[in-house]
């Protein structure tokens, strides 16, 4: 029910934003090229409002603002369907060329490129990326009365026999948290398809489970997990990082560590249209590279527990390829690719 | 500090006159929220966070928290109390926890009584949410206990017992219950498969993705539906406007709401602790109850108040029961919640296990500030019942594009796609013919509610099992809820095999 009532959340602020788009939407694409951006700029979060991408792209545009880094009003606008699907469909198709209409992403752009159920034949490489701005790493836990302290027992105890474990995650399979979940396992040389992943309607419910005893690991995101780990609830026996963390984090071992290579990051980032010229671009890395370095981003950073991470257009679009080869390996591992 | 302690420097916290006006305003917008149709809690909740975020700007960082909370908690549960109002007036759900409203509160208002359905409603309301929170004060804990003890397997078997009670909304025949159930099972199919990722019915087409909205189907069925009827059968030509009658329950009808009021907060508030439920829920299975439970099954959905303050008692407990499971482990039991959580987390406030030990005063604030909350909805809610209730007094020349362009706009504001306004106006055409041939629409929405839940849940805990059926009767509670809902099915066919007369035999 979770993800059906989420859509709700968009509705006050579309209507709001509809009135305000309206006015600034209707000559989309046609800006000249000289005086960028000559108009209000659009920044839109394919998802219901409250989610994570619709509080970057809130964020986004609030320091931006704020700041005087843009001059031009900036609006978020929700887009929600399809797990940000609908939204690419429409905007890979009809604003190719509109400069003034940007958004917010992160992995599921690419898993839902590659996957076989619910494709959408739109990838970032419709896209131009502008610039990574936040990451966060996947997190294999148990709950804190779990047998297991260390991601290696669990791992020869799931390879003895994938039937004794279940994991759990907030996400359908073939999407974000099944493969976090799943990671580690195909890294071990253990048949992905043979772990049992059994999905719940968002993060919280998934963590229900696995206080409650109906799921013996989650796969989730490191910063969800942090107030359960703080409260002494949950383990977590590993993180997809390439490096320890600091800060709260820092007893938390790597998977890598374990010998498993399992990297993955969860990355944030903003995009444009495909075609963009390049002062457009060069607007664009100017301002974004000035708000990672402000003290107003860093402050917004930290209000909302987001690790910064910035990479600029090109580093973004190479590291995006590298991101979605080891993400087609896995959903071929597991039968799910496209 | 014992708990008491705790609530009075709740109080003391929720009593500074700053805090009563946040209380005031939350509920005021939130009202106002409830009342719109189309803008449910959520959407008021997350419009107002930013606003907030301004208002409180000033503050420190704890007290500028628990404003906050205060003020977005306000129209959470103010939006519960207007909810009912357009459902009973208008037949146009409003959100999804006020369509089973919509069965007895519309045909109420057609017979004059608009005042008196409105006013229970406040009054259960206001009740469901005291007994709620008190729930909430004395049993947060061991309930969340018990809440996150629920699995796939006691959740599918709770569904299965709504779905066996489904015969409650039956109007004349069972089987035309029954089919339309099946259809909005069958409906529910259609969109991304949730447990194994596959698309089902939605032949490449990315707005199928997601499914159908709940809340297009229904605002099409109930709320178009009615007006193409009136339109075609020429209802408006009569001239005979619907007078709004006394606006005060009489006391036949306190007496006859008292019983479903107290059950329906019990039951709202019990069902609202357990994740994933939630209000809708809550009031399709009060309003079932009481048709069961009544002496008189036969006047509900032609305008009983029992009908009307069941539901609206449990949606609105079920809200201070969801309450739990956020304050205690930061899990948000529904999309209103979630949007709450968020909030909390803007202001650096993580609710979780360690909520009431790092920051007692934002989590009993918060709770002290929904007592006095509710006062407040209740002193407001009164008088405007007067007010609301003469909407239906406008002529149906201007009521009926009303509808019509709330319904769309309430729609359009949500998805965003035209899609939703062709299922809106196809749903309507749908309601109307199925209502014309007496196929009851609420079994339809209850499947379309129930499925997914039923299907999920049941393959979750099948996947955690190996695929062992038996998983279902060796787990205590869940066992419970399937031998009720044999019962449930078998008792009344008992009762006509030895030739008594019950509803369920009606047909035939």
């Known amino acids: 029910m979770n993800t059906r009532h989420r859509k709700w959340s968009s509705f006050a602020l579309a209507a709001l934003s509809a009135v305000v788009l309206t ?43 704020e700041s005087k880094l843009v001059e031009k009003t900036m609006t978020v606008e929700n887009k929600p369907g399809g797990g940000g699907a609908v939204f690419m469909a429409e905007y890979a198709t009809q604003d190719t060329k509109n400069p003034y209409r940007l958004f917010v992403s992160s992995p599921p752009i690419l898993i839902n490129n590659l996957k076989k159920e619910g494709n959408t034949p739109y990838g970032y490489k419709d896209t131009t990326p502008l610039a990574q701005l936040t990451k966060d790493f996947g997190a294999i836990v148990v ?27 907030g996400s359908a399979p073939g999407s974000m948290d099944h493969l976090i979940s799943v990671l580690p396992a195909f890294k071990a040389g253990i048949d992905p398809k043979s772990v049992k992943y059994v999905s719940y309607d968002g993060g919280g419910e998934a963590i229900a489970a696995l206080l409650g005893g109906n799921a013996d690991v989650i796969g989730t995101d490191i910063s969800s997990a942090s107030e359960y780990l703080k409260a002494g609830k949950v383990k977590v026996l590993g993180i997809t990082a390439s490096e320890r963390l600091g800060g709260d984090f820092k007893d938390i071992p790597t998977i890598k560590e374990s010998g498993i290579d399992a990297e993955f990051t969860i990355w944030r980032g903003v995009f ?21 370095e402000s003290e107003a981003w860093k402050k917004e950073l930290a209000a909302n527990s987001w690790e910064p991470e910035f990479k600029g257009s090109e580093d973004f679009s190479k590291f995006l390829g590298e991101q979605e080869v080891l993400i087609k390996e896995m959903l071929t591992a597991l039968g799910m690719a496209k | ?103 007895d509160g519309y045909q109420m208002a057609r017979q004059g009584r608009a005042g008196s359905a409105l006013s229970i409603a406040a009054i259960g309301s206001f009740i469901a949410g005291i007994v709620s929170l008190i729930g909430l004060v004395l049993l947060a804990q061991p309930l969340s206990e018990i809440a996150i003890r629920f699995g796939p397997a006691e959740y599918f078997s709770l569904m299965l017992l709504g779905l066996a009670a489904v015969s409650g909304l039956a109007s004349k025949s069972m089987t035309k219950a029954l089919i339309m159930t099946v259809v909005g099972l069958l409906i529910a199919t259609i969109g991304m ?64 709401s008292a019983g479903p009021i107290a059950r329906g907060s019990l039951l709202g508030f019990f069902i609202g602790v357990l994740p994933g439920a939630g209000a809708t829920l809550a009031s399709f ?24 303050a069941a539901p609206e008692s449990a949606n609105n407990a079920s809200s201070g029961g969801a309450m739990i499971p956020l304050l205690t482990l930061g899990i948000p039991g529904s999309g209103t919640t979630a949007i709450l959580m968020g909030a909390l987390i803007m202001y650096n406030v993580q609710p979780g296990p360690l909520l009431f030990e790092d920051n007692p005063e934002i989590a009993w604030g918060l709770i002290a500030s929904m007592f006095i909350g509710n006062l407040m909805l209740l002193i407001l809610n009164m008088p405007l019942v007067k007010v609301f209730a003469k909407i239906i007094e406008t002529p149906p020349k201007y009521l009926l594009p009303i509808i019509v362009a709330i319904s769309v706009f309430g729609v359009y504001a949500v998805q965003y796609t035209t899609f939703d306004l062709l299922l809106l106006i196809g749903c ?48 205590p509670i869940s066992l419970a809820f399937l031998l009720i809902a044999v019962l449930w099915l078998i008792v009344p066919l008992l009762l006509k095999l030895r030739g008594k007369k019950v509803l369920i035999s009606e047909e035939g």
């Open chain 2, 193 to 256: 498969d949730n447990v194994s990722g596959v698309a089902r019915f939605t032949y490449d087409i990315p707005v199928l993705y997601t499914g159908l909205e709940f809340l297009t189907v229904a605002v099409g069925l109930f709320a178009l539906g009615e007006v193409f009827k009136t339109i075609l059968h020429r209802d408006y030509m009569n001239g005979e406007v619907v007078k709004v009658g006394r606006v005060r329950p009489t006391r036949q009808d306190l007496k006859d």
């Open chain 1, 23 to 65: 006015a600034c939407s209707s000559g989309g694409g046609s800006g000249s090229s000289d005086n960028y951006p000559s108009k209000p700029i659009v920044v839109v979060a394919p998802s219901g409002a409250g989610g994570g991408w619709d509080k970057t792209a809130r964020s986004l545009t609030k320091v931006l603002g």
């Open chain 1, 272 to 292: 444009g249209p495909k075609e963009m010229k390049d002062n457009e671009k060069a607007y664009w890395a100017e301002k974004l590279k000035a708000l990672n």
């Open chain 2, 1 to 103: 500090m014992d708990v008491l302690q705790f609530l009075a420097d709740g109080f003391v916290s929720a009593l500074q006159w700053k805090n009563l006006l946040f209380a005031f305003v939350g509920v005021l917008i939130g009202t106002a929220v409830g009342v719109l149709p189309g803008i449910g809690p959520m959407s008021g909740v997350a419009l107002l966070i930013p606003v907030t975020a301004t208002l409180t700007s000033g503050q420190d960082p704890d007290s500028a928290a628990t404003s906050a909370i205060i003020l977005l908690a306000g129209v959470y549960y103010g939006a519960m109390y207007g909810g009912s109002t357009t459902s009973i007036l208008l037949n146009t759900p409003g959100e999804s926890s006020s369509v089973v409203t919509t069965l």
């Open chain 1, 143 to 169: 709950s804190v009365d779990s047998k297991y302290s260390d991601i290696q027992s669990l791992m020869a105890d799931l390879k003895a026999d994938p039937t004794k474990i279940t994991f759990a995650g």
């Open chain 2, 428 to 475: 309507g055409i749908a309601g109307y013919f199925l209502v014309q041939n007496d196929y009851p629409l609420a079994p339809l929405v209850l499947g379309l509610v129930l499925g997914p839940m039923i299907e999920n849940n049941m393959r979750r805990a099948l996947t955690g099992s190996n695929g062992d059926f038996s998983i279902f009767l060796t787990k």
């Open chain 2, 285 to 308: 299975f009060s309003y079932i109850m009481e048709k069961k439970l009544s002496r008189h099954p036969e006047k509900f959905g032609k305008g009983a108040i029992e009908g009307v």
